[in-house]
């Protein structure tokens, strides 16, 4: 027993390791230079065709709701509920908050937030979730891949520059995660702060 749980406590360790790893931030497209300069920028966030896992945002939801209402009637329900309002409740909060204290932390006068007379949009685009899971004995962190245009706010459809993110981790330092939106939340929280770093050091310098 005592070398199964060792086991499955070195498989976890690998995929935590391997996530942190396999992060990756890049310039896909276009440029980010119009930045320099600028104090506020609006943010919005799309989730349009999300992958959850390996499968899409519907077929995750349904799935999910079933269990849980399977296990307790009505629980299922208020899941869904969550899953979609912990997006404005959690996620974006914690996005913009790490991206203003990067910012901030380097004297940068750059702030993201609701700022809709701003002259440019950052849409962020969420294109894959990993919810992940802890169990306790084993876990395995959350995760996401976004796209994040920059763009005219009056000219939405024209992508001035396209930053990649691939393989945002999410946990929390002491890993008391059992929350899935926590985890989730916290992968935001890093996406936001690595994405101030990276257009402080490759655009606004």
Do not use: C
């Not at 999910?64 to 899941?79: R, T, V």
């Not at 393989?167 to 916290?186: C, H, K, V, W």
């Amino acid at each position: 027993m005592k070398k199964a749980i060792l086991f499955i406590s070195a498989i976890a360790f690998i995929l935590f390791t391997s996530q942190v790893s396999g992060q990756k931030i890049k310039v896909e497209s276009g440029s980010f230079a119009a930045l320099k300069g600028v104090t506020s920028v609006e943010v919005e966030y799309v989730y349009d065709n999300m992958k959850v896992g390996k499968q899409s945002e519907a077929d995750y939801i349904r799935k999910k709701s079933a269990e849980y209402n399977a296990k307790e009637p009505g629980s299922g329900d208020s899941w869904q509920v969550a899953w979609v309002n912990d997006r404005d409740a959690r996620f974006h909060p914690r996005f913009e908050e790490e991206f203003n204290n990067q910012m901030k932390a380097r004297k940068t006068n750059l702030k993201i937030d609701k700022y809709e007379d701003s002259k440019y949009t950052l849409i962020v685009k969420t294109t894959f979730t990993e919810p992940g899971f802890n169990i306790g004995i084993t876990r395995m962190d959350a995760s996401v891949n976004l796209e994040v245009h920059l763009v005219e706010t009056d000219d939405p459809d024209n992508s001035i520059g396209m930053i990649r993110i691939m393989n945002s981790p999410g946990r929390t330092a002491m890993g008391y995660d059992f929350d899935t939106g926590l985890r989730i939340q916290e992968a935001y929280a890093k996406a936001g702060k690595e994405l101030a770093y990276y257009l402080w050091k490759n655009a606004l310098k």
